[in-house]
């Protein structure tokens, strides 16, 4: 930690950037192997750490409502389901969109100022929640607007992403970027574990204190960001690889799918303690950790296995094992299995989390089809369509996070029952499957074995 500290102070003198004050950086240039090995490096894992951190902790908050909603009603409360699956559903709606504008904001305000802001950010839905859940004659629609605060943590996704990629050279960024995605999303799992430990420590159940919790963390983040973090001025916000990926027939396939794997991800992460609370009230909702830990650490295994096997069998393989997951689920409601719904549904998270992994992969092999090494122009071309869709694709993915509780909420209340809804999501997933199949693993499709 010592060494850390005395990198950081220490002014960038290695040829072929600088720093000046503000803690910027100009001239980096990662794929100048000299510059990288002489220390732009750990320049680079220094501020990838810190920004997982901040990350971890944008993820926390922007799940802290799904395992904070099926304790209201314990604490004075007097919620519909409809309304606890507004409650999870809504931080989800809200991250997804602020995606984007969190993307652009690195390069128009540094990845290191932005990462302070953002982290600051935090403190906004933590207080909110503290608040409100302490008073149960709180009206719903108050609730609903501090639960859509949530949704700022959920931006922080993509202001990390954009930042360490300006950070790596292209031979490791997929590796960075890996390391940057499962570590945020691990946040889910973490809060999810930890908030029921807490709100019971002492006397009494205090759900402020799951709100109170994060206050000390997001200042720390934000002060380890400030001291310690970096900005880049060779960070430029890349509009036209949006426009191009905009007009990309893939990007919205892609986008599509990960609806399917990213959204169903967030979307079941949200929404599982509240479904554990309504279908098996005897069964603690501590237990909901297991889900988002287990699609998490999936992630990069489905990005490795994609390295070797191809993103799009990968993804195929993904949506199948996905089908049979929701299957068991049902199974397990039919029967009032706990066992049987549970471990079906970790199968579900498996699936998801893999999928991530594998569907990230495709992106830069959809892209770079028919391009050649000795067509410089043509390489950078795709590099920057890649960049944009996988802006596009994390955004529109994310709106799985809102769909999914919200099909569990319009199920229930048209049939009395959660099964219609997977039943649905069964069907979404073999049609993703063939049309993955179709564009992208068909023998004779334009695409075939990205």
Not at 106 to 132: E, H, I, K, Q
Not at 216 to 244: H, I
Not at 334 to 359: D, I, K
Request: proline fraction near 5%; hydrophobic fraction near 50%.
């Amino acid at each position: 930690m010592a060494s850390t500290s005395v990198q950081a102070q220490t002014p960038v003198t290695e040829p072929g950037y600088r720093s000046r004050p503000g803690r910027w950086i100009d001239g980096w240039n990662p794929q100048d192997t000299a510059s990288w090995d002489g220390g732009g490096r750990a320049i680079a894992q220094r501020n990838l750490g810190l920004s997982v951190f901040a990350e971890f902790l944008g993820f926390g908050v922007w799940a802290l409502w799904s395992i904070v909603v099926p304790q209201l009603n314990k604490a004075g409360f007097s919620l519909s389901l409809d309304q606890m699956f507004w409650l999870v559903s809504v931080p989800s709606l809200v991250g997804a969109t602020l995606r984007i504008p969190y993307t652009f904001a690195v390069p128009t305000f540094g990845g290191r100022n932005w990462t302070v802001v953002s982290a600051l950010l935090l403190l906004v839905p933590a207080l909110g929640l503290a608040y409100v859940v302490s008073r149960p004659q709180t009206p719903f629609t108050t609730l609903l607007v501090v639960a859509a605060l949530a949704g700022l943590g959920g931006g922080n996704f993509a202001s990390s992403m954009a930042n360490i990629s300006f950070f790596y050279p292209e031979r490791e960024k997929g590796k960075a970027l890996g390391l940057n995605a499962a570590g945020g999303n691990l946040g889910t799992a973490a809060v999810q574990f930890a908030v029921p430990v807490v709100i019971v420590a002492g006397a009494g159940v205090a759900l402020d204190r799951a709100g109170l919790m994060f206050v000390p963390l997001s200042l720390l983040a934000a002060l380890l960001a400030w001291r310690y973090m970096d900005n880049l001025s060779s960070a430029r916000a890349d509009y036209r690889s949006f426009a191009a990926a905009a007009k990309a027939r893939h990007t919205w396939v892609i986008s599509f799918l990960y609806i399917g794997t990213f959204g169903s991800f967030i979307g079941y992460a949200g929404a599982f303690p509240t479904l554990l609370k309504s279908q098996f009230p005897e069964v603690t909702v501590s237990i909901a950790f297991l889900g988002a830990l287990v699609g998490s650490l999936a992630r990069p295994l489905g990005g490795m296995v994609a390295d070797r096997w191809g993103g799009a069998r990968v993804t195929m393989a993904a949506f199948a094992v996905m089908s049979l997951g929701a299957v068991g689920a049902i199974a397990g409601l039919r029967g009032h299995s706990f066992a049987l719904f549970l471990g079906s549904f970790l199968v579900l998270f498996v699936a998801t989390g893999a999928g991530n992994g594998s569907t990230y992969r495709m992106i830069p092999s959809v892209f770079a089809r028919g391009c050649t090494g000795a067509d410089e122009p043509a390489v950078h071309r795709a590099r920057r369509s890649a960049a944009g869709c996988i802006g596009i694709a994390g955004a529109v993915g994310a709106f799985g996070g809102f769909l999914i509780p919200r099909g569990f909420a319009f199920s229930s209340a048209q049939t009395g029952s959660l099964q219609p809804a997977l039943w649905v999501f069964v069907g979404a997933y073999l049609v993703m499957l063939a049309v993955t199949w179709a564009l992208y693993q068909r023998r004779g499709a334009e695409m075939a074995g990205v």
